[in-house]
T-cell receptor, first 116, second 113 residues
Framework: DVKVTQSSRYLVKRTGEKVFLECVQD?????MFWYRQDPGLGLRLIYF???????EKGDIPEGYSVSREKKERFSLILESASTNQTSMYLC???????????????FGSGTRLTVV | AQSVTQPDIHITVSEGASLELRCNYS??????LFWYVQSPGQGLQLLLK??????LVQGIKGFEAEFKRSQSSFNLRKPSVHWSDAAEYFC???????????FGQGTTLQVKP
């Protein structure tokens, strides 16, 4: 089975800190995604990547950046964390650039980030 | 534009009762449809998916879903709910030429003893 591993389950950071959320998948998937999940707002796409060093903005990219230097790793970066970025962050991957709609995603367990 | 609507934000059922969670989609071509479940504090797990063929699909944990093209619906069902089914459920539609899934807002299921 494909595994998507998020490095931290819970994280507490201070306002203004630079925060890195790491995600690793082990099945050579091309596509990787970062979502945030908030009560009443569902899943909102922050960024996604179809290949190494490629990235595309999702619906809510403001305040975030991403890095994909290796195929298996997709990092979400909060340049200067703010309290409104307190949320559950979910990473996902899927096999093939244009075929993701066919296969669906495999999700990690999530990182609950609290910014104080 | 593609979209997914889950009309029920919150549903409460008694343990042992039947369950139906509604999902309506908007998509021009034949959709690829998915149901995911999220237990508290966890990521999303795939329950089942529909690509083509038989419109009644079976999934894990005793769930099934029926694709009805005429109603643009893909409702999730379970004949007898267990307390461990309490979770949030997401319906999603995949657009094969974009690589992305479009998710509904989710339905939270509470199970009464």
């Amino acid at each position: 089975d494909v595994k998507v591993t998020q490095s931290s389950r819970y994280l507490v950071k201070r306002t203004g800190e630079k925060v890195f959320l790491e995600c690793v998948q082990d099945m050579d998937h091309e596509n990787m995604f970062w979502y945030r999940q908030d009560p009443g707002l569902g899943l909102r796409l922050i960024y996604f990547s179809y290949d190494v060093k490629m990235k595309e903005k999702g619906d809510i990219p403001e305040g975030y950046s991403v890095s994909r230097e290796k195929k298996e790793r997709f990092s979400l970066i909060l340049e200067s964390a703010s309290t409104n970025q307190t949320s559950m962050y979910l990473c996902a991957s899927s096999p093939n650039h244009k075929m993701s709609g066919n296969y669906g995603y495999t999700f990690g367990s999530g990182t609950r980030l609290t910014v104080v | 534009a593609q979209s997914v609507t889950q009309p029920d934000i919150h549903i409460t059922v008694s343990e042992g009762a039947s369950l139906e969670l509604r999902c309506n989609y908007s998509y021009g071509a034949t959709p690829y449809l998915f149901w995911y479940v999220q237990s508290p504090g966890q990521g999303l797990q795939l329950l089942l998916k529909y690509f083509s063929g038989d419109t009644l699909v079976q999934g894990i944990k005793g769930f099934e879903a029926e694709f009805k093209r005429s109603q643009s619906s893909f409702n999730l069902r379970k004949p007898s709910v267990h307390w461990s089914d309490a979770a949030e459920y997401f319906c999603a539609v995949g657009a094969s030429n974009t690589g992305k899934l479009i998710f509904g807002q989710g339905t939270t299921l509470q199970v009464k003893p």
